[in-house]
């Protein structure tokens, strides 16, 4: 099959397009032609490595994707040869407390496909069929492959750990980034009120699209003054953060009393300044957030199906353009997902 795969960590040089045996299909699991692939800064974490990660190399990337059932192992019931579906990316254990819990995604043995396990930057994959499920009707294989991961981690993110409330303001910063296209929809299902923070007035215009309210150039407006401002003074009630050393002093200080801050990254830093007078006078609330559950991913899945959330692609690359997709991301060019076309 053909695959974009890498032999060593590194940039995006170490990508390598060529072939590599199809995997065989075990009890349980189910063989998925993938069509769509889209991609996750995930990748480009992963590709590049990080101390204690031992991979089985060559690796392939890749944690979003849709596609259709190609073969299937012995024992599997909940789909058919032929069928559409969409993968969830999240592997766990499933017996564990966490699992049995509900919450798989705190799961000690949990990961994404193409983390610590091959993924979806080739034409075949083998997963568990539990992750399996239906690909929305109304959505194309390359939409279809574009909201998981980052609509999953966003829904988590507002909804479970924030708890967002119609009318809450909310601070969506990198407004225009993968989960920040997801968190403006979601804040917007559930009622609340949405300031969009992005880079340019080209991506602003799209957060409007998607149902932003207020608008901040960060490039130009200190977003902390410009968030008193839309609020008339009193600041917001959830800020939306991915950001981290730059932006998190002031996401603390916009937060009005009894605010929530929730964090999926540190795409600037991770060892950040948090003044804890602002936490402890403001009774604030500050929650970490990695992933979201299968329950969540079903439930966003069938809002899909019912056109109330929207998969917002970028750009769709053929899987032999992975590196110009790397380097895309890298650089924070793209409105929503970049997605590689894998197969017809
Ligand atoms: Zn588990």
């Given at each position: 099959m053909k695959a974009v ?12 397009y ?14 998925v032609k993938v069509h769509a692939c889209a991609v ?20 392939i990337?890749g944690?979003d994707i849709a596609g259709s ?50 993924g979806g930057n080739a034409e075949y994959i ?15 294989f390359e939409?279809?492959a ?170 769709v690359l053929p899987l032999q353009q992975a590196?110009?997709a ?13 997605v590689l076309k894998v197969s017809d």
């Open positions: 795969y890498f032999q060593k960590h590194g940039d995006v040089a170490v990508l390598e060529g072939d590599l045996p199809t995997p065989t299909v075990s009890a349980g699991h189910v063989l996750n800064h995930i990748d480009l974490w992963t590709r590049k490595g990080w101390p204690g990660l031992r991979l089985q190399l060559p690796h990337l944690a059932v190609a073969e299937i192992g012995s024992g599997v019931t909940n789909v058919r040869v032929g069928e559409p579906v969409v993968v969830l990316p999240g592997l766990s254990c499933g017996v564990c407390e966490w699992c049995q819990r509900g919450n798989d995604n705190y799961c000690n043995k949990y990961t994404v496909l193409g983390e610590h396990i091959r083998s997963v568990p069929a539990q992750n399996v499920v239906a690909k929305p009707e109304n959505l194309s939409q279809a574009s909201y998981p991961l980052t609509f999953q981690t966003s829904w988590h993110m507002l909804v479970a750990q924030a708890q967002i409330q119609p009318g809450d303001w909310v601070l969506v910063l990198a407004a225009g980034s993968g989960v920040g296209v997801a968190a403006v929809q979601i804040a917007k299902l559930f009622g609340a009120n949405v300031i969009a923070a992005a880079s340019s007035q080209a991506k602003l215009d799209k957060a409007k699209e998607l149902g932003a309210d207020a608008f901040v150039n960060y490039q130009e407006e200190d977003f902390y003054k410009k968030s008193k401002d839309i609020t008339a003074g009193r600041g917001v009630d959830i800020v939306f953060e991915h950001v981290g050393k730059a932006t998190w002093q002031n996401s603390i200080k916009v937060l009005v009393k009894g605010g929530r801050l929730v964090t999926c990254g540190a795409t600037t830093g991770y060892d950040a300044l948090t003044d804890l007078r602002y936490v402890f006078y403001k009774n604030l609330r500050i929650f970490g957030n990695l992933m979201g559950s299968r329950g969540e991913l079903i439930r966003i899945t069938q809002l899909m199906q019912e056109g109330k959330l929207k998969p917002v692609i970028d750009r590196k110009d790397h380097r895309a991301l890298a650089n924070r060019e793209q409105f929503g997902k970049i």
